[in-house]
């Protein structure tokens, strides 16, 4: 019913882990993005953005044509709506729900993405930016922390597509891990999702379609991702 063009990054885990919580059927296209597949004219077609994740509905609500979407919160979002789940239906929940969502597009994850840029992926290390990436890092994380304070989870007792936003981005690079022992309601909520069945699901997903690997980054695809401009 649902394809998912997907790559096992953070934005992706958390496509993944609405589907699998929700019980969701779907088939996985693989987009290695390594590889450039991001960028074949088929899926900018559908993500004209040339990121990943996109989804295809083939039975949207509406019953009409088959539906694309891209971004990751807009597809949360969409996912939520379509089934009612994981969203709440009163109107101060809900704007609860979407100023966390928003707030993890716009700030929780381009920030925490820089941080790791910087600390793993870039050629040389500069300085200026991997202390104004990590401070920042840190400023958000001191954010969430003050939010969860009294909480089972971000918008309160209940688990919600702000958790899922949020939670693969809470220190993705294993070279380059976040210390996250200030933390302490963090490190609370973070283990409660990962307990989650859905949430193993998922995970075990992404490492069939992409399993770890210790060799490093190559230069075409440090390119590819990097510095790649198509028609260039």
Same mark, same amino acid.
């Given at each position: 019913?649902?394809?998912?063009h ?32 991001q ?46 789940r ?35 992926? *870039? ?6 930016? $991997?202390?104004? =990436?990590? #401070?920042?890092?840190?400023? !958000?994380? /001191?954010?969430? %922390? ?10 309160g007792?209940?688990?919600?597509? *702000? ?6 981005? $809470?220190?993705? =690079?294993? #070279?380059?891990?976040?210390? !996250?022992? /200030?933390?302490? %309601? ?15 699901? *998922?995970?075990a ?14 230069e ?13």
């Amino acid at each position: 019913m649902i394809d998912l063009h997907y790559w096992p990054t953070p934005n992706g885990h958390k496509i993944t882990m609405y589907l699998e919580e929700c019980g969701l059927d779907y088939t996985i296209r693989p987009v290695n993005i390594g590889a450039g597949e991001q960028f074949r004219p088929d899926y900018l077609a559908i993500s004209p953005n040339n990121r990943m994740p996109a989804i295809v509905d083939h039975a949207p609500a509406d019953g009409g044509a088959p539906l694309s979407l891209f971004e990751s919160g807009a597809i949360l979002l969409y996912l939520a709506e379509k089934t009612g789940r994981l969203i709440p239906t009163d109107l101060r929940g809900r704007e609860t729900v979407l100023q966390w969502l928003f707030w993890q597009m716009a700030g929780l994850g381009p920030m925490t993405g820089q941080y790791g840029h910087f600390r793993v992926y *870039a050629p040389e290390p500069l300085p200026y930016a $991997i202390e104004r =990436y990590t #401070k920042e890092a840190h400023r !958000l994380l /001191g954010v969430l %922390e003050r939010r969860l304070v009294g909480r089972d989870f971000i918008a309160g007792d209940d688990y919600t597509i *702000a958790d899922i936003a949020c939670y693969p981005w $809470i220190s993705p =690079y294993a #070279k380059a891990p976040i210390d !996250l022992s /200030g933390y302490p %309601e963090i490190r609370r909520w973070h283990a409660a999702i990962a307990a989650r069945p859905a949430t193993q699901r *998922a995970y075990a997903r992404g490492v069939d379609v992409n399993p770890p690997s210790d060799q490093p980054l190559g230069e075409e695809a440090r390119r590819i991702l990097f510095g790649h401009a198509p028609g260039r």
